[in-house]
């Protein structure tokens, strides 16, 4: 799961008020507004216009079965930002002001998709390799006449 947005606030603003701004984000990148966006309790009494859109953990009207699926599956997510925190550093920012902390945020992301991008790459090296690899290893059975 790559990261598609990220957003840097100063000071310590509500979540539910950054949501907007994160989904138009998420819009101006891949130019597709997401059909459903799944939150935390925190994001009770957020900003976004469309508020069929945003399921909220918890909630228990509403919800048709891929909603409750999709909605577990997003408890997966939180373990990928306890790794950019941890790996990338996000924990301690070391740079200036706050374009400093925007500059940090940005290149965690970065450092995030450019890490699963090489797995990938790094897959289909190891699939092509097995498969040059197990065409070499059979013996030629045709006859010469």
């Known amino acids: 799961m790559s990261v598609k947005a990220r957003e840097d606030q100063e000071g310590n603003p509500y979540d ?12 101006a990148m891949t130019g597709i507004e997401p059909e459903r ?21 918890r909630q228990r009207r509403g919800l048709t079965p891929t909603i409750r699926r999709e909605l577990r599956r997003r408890s997966a997510i939180e373990p990928m930002i306890g790794h950019m925190k941890a790996d990338g550093r996000l924990g301690r920012n070391h740079l200036l002001g706050a374009a400093g902390d925007a500059m940090n945020a940005l290149l965690v992301a970065a450092r995030h998709n450019l890490r699963l991008i090489l797995n990938w790459l790094r897959l289909c090296v190891a699939w092509l390799m097995a498969a040059l ?6 013996p030629d059975t045709s006859q010469v006449a």
Request: hydrophobic share 30%; aromatic share 10%.
């Open 16 to 27: 539910g008020h950054t949501l907007d701004a994160t989904i138009s984000q998420v819009i």
């Open 133 to 138: 690899m197990s065409s070499s290893a059979q």
């Open 37 to 57: 966006t799944y939150v935390d309790q925190g994001y009770r009494g957020h900003d976004y216009a469309h508020k069929e859109r945003v399921f909220i953990t």
